[in-house]
């Protein structure tokens, strides 16, 4: 069977398509540009899938009415991971368009021109559902992010700077919700939500022009490890819930395969950690993988106060990820810095 893929390119979007392809799914990749889908086709048909296997599409402009109409025809489910990721943003309003009206452009289309289309899973985010708490707290998919909402409704402009990629998350993932509700009796499809935590492991994806270029998250563990003098040593203390890459797509495409995943928010983690725990584990590699940059010590010792944590019960039930079959933080450092290494 045949799944669209958005974003195609991306950190996360890759290895959904790698783990797609390499489970035998034909994948259809929607990208902004020809150039991205050359990326693709090259990167994947060196691995041997061919056109008859990965097909690309450009979609220039995701918040265009109809934009997805032509990308929906003919698969059988749709992975929608293209949206903004910033850790910073000036303009909340102008930035969450793509995010929600892509998503919800996508769910159109799929009413409208995805007669084959049974799932459809979107790439939602923790961000969705944790608040920055001040005392320790167990986070479940019961919890909405509306903080962050509530800071830009507040605060406009002036909002934090990190509310406006988190505020995106919760705006559209609802969105979509919405949208099945309404819709519920002309849809012949269901959704599933993914919502990862902090994302480390390997990129895959095209990086153009260095480090700065890299996504989000891979920039994180890029700047705590190695790129020591680009943030304080303070911004090591900042803690969350984290998920290697290839565990998160392979949880994108167990959502597609598990019947019980239709109708369900699913959080996915493997557990909590520190900037620090990415140094610390850095630092425990035998052999350090990237010797041109030996790793410091950052500031090694404090007491640890993990303020987060999120259930995960319904990622060991629905899609069968338990806790021992994720991958370590050791996988996940020393495979981003091989990676690093590989590309100079
Ligand atoms: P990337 O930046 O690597 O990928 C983002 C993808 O979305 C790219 O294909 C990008 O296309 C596309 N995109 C960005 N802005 C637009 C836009 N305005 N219009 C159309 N397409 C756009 O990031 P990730 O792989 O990390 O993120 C993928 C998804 O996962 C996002 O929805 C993100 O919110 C979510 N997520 C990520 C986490 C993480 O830690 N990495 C954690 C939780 C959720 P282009 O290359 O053309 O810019």
């Known amino acids: 069977s045949k799944v669209l893929v958005t974003g195609a390119n991306g950190y996360i979007a890759m290895w959904i398509v790698r783990t797609l392809l390499e489970q035998g799914y034909c994948v259809r990749g929607a990208v902004r540009s020809e150039s991205k889908g050359k990326y693709l086709t090259e990167y994947f048909g060196k691995r041997g899938f061919g056109s008859d296997k990965l097909e690309v599409v450009v979609v220039e402009d995701i918040t265009k009415p109809g934009a997805f109409d032509e990308a929906v025809k003919g698969v059988d489910a749709i992975e929608h991971t293209a949206a903004p990721v910033a850790s910073e943003v000036a303009n909340p309003q ?4 793509p995010a929600v009206q892509g998503t919800v452009g ?3 289309s799929a009413l409208e021109h995805g007669s084959s289309v049974k799932r459809i899973i979107l790439t939602s985010s923790g961000a969705a559902i944790l608040a920055r708490p001040s005392e320790p707290t167990l986070y479940s998919e019961e919890d909405w992010n509306d903080e962050s909402v509530q800071d830009i409704e507040q605060n406009g402009a002036n909002a934090k700077p990190e509310s406006g990629y988190r505020a995106s998350k919760t705006i559209s993932e ?13 849809i012949n499809w269901d959704l599933a939500v993914i919502n990862p935590p902090v ?19 891979q920039r994180w563990l890029y700047d705590a490890i190695v ?3 680009s943030k304080s040593k303070e911004w090591l203390y900042y803690s969350s819930v984290w998920i290697d890459v290839r ?39 035998e052999p350090y993988p990237l010797p041109s940059h030996p790793p410091h ?29 994720l991958r370590t933080m050791e996988e996940a ?9 590989g590309r100079g």
């Open 174 to 186: 609802r969105a979509a919700w919405k949208f099945v509700e309404d819709h519920k009796s002309n």
């Open 247 to 285: 565990d998160l797509a392979l949880a994108h495409v167990l959502a597609l395969q598990k019947e019980a995943a239709g109708g369900e928010r699913i959080a996915v983690s493997a557990g909590p950690f520190d900037l620090q725990d990415l140094v610390d584990t850095a630092n425990s590699l």
């Open 333 to 341: 450092v020393r495979d981003s810095l091989m990676e690093f290494a």
């Open 227 to 229: 790129d020591t003098a």
């Open 199 to 217: 994302v480390f492991g390997p990129c895959i994806q095209e990086v153009v022009g260095g480090p700065t270029s890299l996504n989000v998250s």
């Open 106 to 108: 996508i769910l159109q």
């Open 297 to 325: 010590k950052g500031i090694p010792g404090f007491e640890k106060t993990y303020l987060i944590r999120l259930k995960t019960d319904k990622q060991e039930k629905i899609l069968g990820m338990t806790g021992s079959s």
């Open 94 to 97: 102008e930035f969450m368009k």
